[in-house]
């Protein structure tokens, strides 16, 4: 029997995936025996969500965009007349043999899945689909077979380094917790995914949340742990709802709880909801607001692995460093070092966004190029677009320029361009992004965000954003690309976390990159990329206008004018730069330059 | 109403740890944080009240003031900020005369800002309440409010007993 499965991720539901799925619903009510209907995690092609997948014998056929009446013509002449819609309608197959067709092939061809090896093909809400995928295997291999010594052992050969965005080796990070003798030991999982632009840790637990929590008892048996928590963030709720239904279903199934697989192991988990604070992803912070209190960081040593959550010893890691470890258990360390490079093992998950043709979540071995990632993976620019930079590691990153796009990404070569490798997030940019501006963006995020304890963070990112708030303005000074990078050193070195010691990366990098773009703001008053709108003249593109009327009827300095189904003309002299001109129009026929 | 915010302290089982839980409860049952939740929790865990206000101040999704009966979080994420969203929350702030933080007049809309709702590759998003709607242009944005604020005059014509 053919099986439908629709993909109801965040990102699919918003796109419309649960109408269709009531649309699938109905038609199936009514044709009984005709199929199964399932529901999927993203198997990562946001940008063609909905997503309908037609399952039969081993051959899976992808359908893209997917809204209700197609839905329907999907059911009537794939499910019941046999007939697949033409080549061209469909975005991915893979045939029983192994060969793989349809327009969107591309996008899968460069990916190696490890972390996402179940995202988009199981349902994550039946622990049956995820023991038949191979999983719980790795827990019980490791229970029965493995000694928490050799465990450790594996992970250390793997080269598994942590996924939340320095790097650390985690069989090391490992032993360093089973090293201490307590009491009570603590896992905890760092589910907090504060890039804002980065969604990797959430289509994981939305898609997979077993894989996420078989690692953590893994873990829990390496370290000598028998509770766990994790800590994800406030904005995720189908990712907590999709975690609790998977805690139940493994306490049922005897993986989670006492004895577990009769092996004389005990370990439980907890989920605690974070409460938007960007700061609290750093682990002493996440172990502050665990215990209840403000999420402040403290200082290191001690390190978490002789005290962290309520003082005992505790190892975090990140929901994809963790994603990985039943794999590496299950099929081995020489496995998994197979792919990546030198120092950097394994494989990495992204999610491409912005200026991307093809927004997505993608998985590909470490030192896969920039470019293979923004072009052979992500389909080049939106729109036609030119490629201007990737913006990797958020607030704590950089832009790297598209001349460096064939930089590897990986541990090494990152960094290296003055970038971190982050969690993931890699936010594409072509020449309408004004690179000033963004640098501006992070730094009233890192500013908002700052605990407050160090003054260099709290009151030296507020100084910096208010340099670059007035060169955005047209108020540069010629000393402020000085002030910027001698105060953007300074903070580095007297922040106490993570947060403030990365939080100059966004400017640092652009003022290593783009000068010329900060000397134009400051020295010309002019923005190259036509964004800042106080360097910019306003404008109506003739061949967009209608002559509606509505932006002059809205501008409050009365600076439009023209005649009904004529072009309007605005008049620079008298215009104020509110902008109300540019939300009005419904043709996009206003412009700045 | 305080019966039924008891009852979810239920789930208090004296374990540290749990004023942010708590405090969950409490905004997912009022929409916001009022005195008498925060003097309630004070009193069953012995926290400070002081020191509950100082939790509720440092994180961002905890409110003291409530909000709309829509509230709106247009996300400002780096994939939406590079994909219009300034433009996206200033047609909002123009199309319902308030600024980000406030409440219209008729307690209807709520505005705040967030940063990656998770679906990046339909920047620019918002959310309303539980909905996320993406792709969006300001024609398309205007259109969307006026459609919602109909409808809501619609429910409250034929809904008027329910006295909000
Ligand atoms: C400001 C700040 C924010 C952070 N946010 C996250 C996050 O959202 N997710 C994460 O896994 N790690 C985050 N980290 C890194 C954690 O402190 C920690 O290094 C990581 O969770 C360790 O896991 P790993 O070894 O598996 O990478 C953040 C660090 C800092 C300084
Ligand atoms: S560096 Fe900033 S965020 Fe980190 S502890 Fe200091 S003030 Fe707080
Ligand atoms: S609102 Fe747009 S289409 Fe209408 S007159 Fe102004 S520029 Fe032209
Ligand atoms: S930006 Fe404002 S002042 Fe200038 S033309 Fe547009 S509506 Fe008028
Ligand atoms: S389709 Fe799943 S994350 Fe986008
Ligand atoms: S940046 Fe807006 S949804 Fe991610």
Redesign the interface.
Known sequence: MKKVVVGMG??G???GAQAVYDKLQDLAAGTPGACELTISGCIGM??A?PMVEIREDGSRVFYGNVTPQRAEEIFRSHVQDDEPLTEDEIVYLEKADGTVGGTEAAFLAQQQRIVLRNCGTINPESIEDYENAGGYRGLRKALLEMTPEGIIQEMKDSGLRGRGGAGFPTGLKWSFTAGHEADRKYVVCNAD?G?????MD?SVLEGDPHAVLEGMIICGRAVGSDFGYIYCR????LAVRRLNMAIDAAREKGYLGENILESGFNFDVKI???????VCGEETALFA???????MPRIRPPFPAEKGL?QKPTNNNNVETFANVAWIIDRGAAAYASFGTEKSKGTKVF?????TAH??LVEVPMGTTINDLVFKIGGGIKKGGTFKAV?MG?PSGGCIPAALGDTPVDFENIPATGAIMGSG?M?V?DE??CMVE?AR?FLE?TQSES?GKCTFCRIGTLRMFEILERIVNGEGQPDDIDKLSSLGGQIKEASLCGLGQTAPNPVLTTLRYYLDEYRAHIEDKSCPAGVCTALVDFHIDPEKCTGCGLCAKNCPVQAISGEPKKVYVIDNSICTKC??C???????AVYKR | MSDNFSFQLWRYEGE??????L??SAQNHFGYIPRRAIRYISGVTG?PESDIY??IT?????RLRPTGKLHIRAC????C???GSR?II??IE?ELGISVGDTTEDGLFTLHT??????????P?IMIN?E???NL???SL?KLLRKIRRREERTEVTASSHGR
């Open positions: 965040t990102c539901m918003s796109a946001c940008y969500e995914e890039d804002p632009g980065a969604f959430r406030a904005e995720y709720p605690r909801q974070g409460a938007g604070a960007f607001s665990i215990e209840g209190k403000r999420g309520w999610a491409l966004a912005g200026k927004g997505g913006q958020g997030g936010v940019l309408s992004t963004m963006f995020f605990c902008n109300r540019v939300t009005s129009c419904s043709f996009d | 540290p740890g749990e004023l942010i839980p405090l969950q926290i100082g939790v440092f994180y961002s999704q905890f400002d994420g780096t994939a900020h590079v994909s433009l200033e047609t123009d967030v940063a990656c709702i998770g679906c990046c590759s339909l920047a998003v539980d996320t709607h993406g242009n300001p024609a205007r």
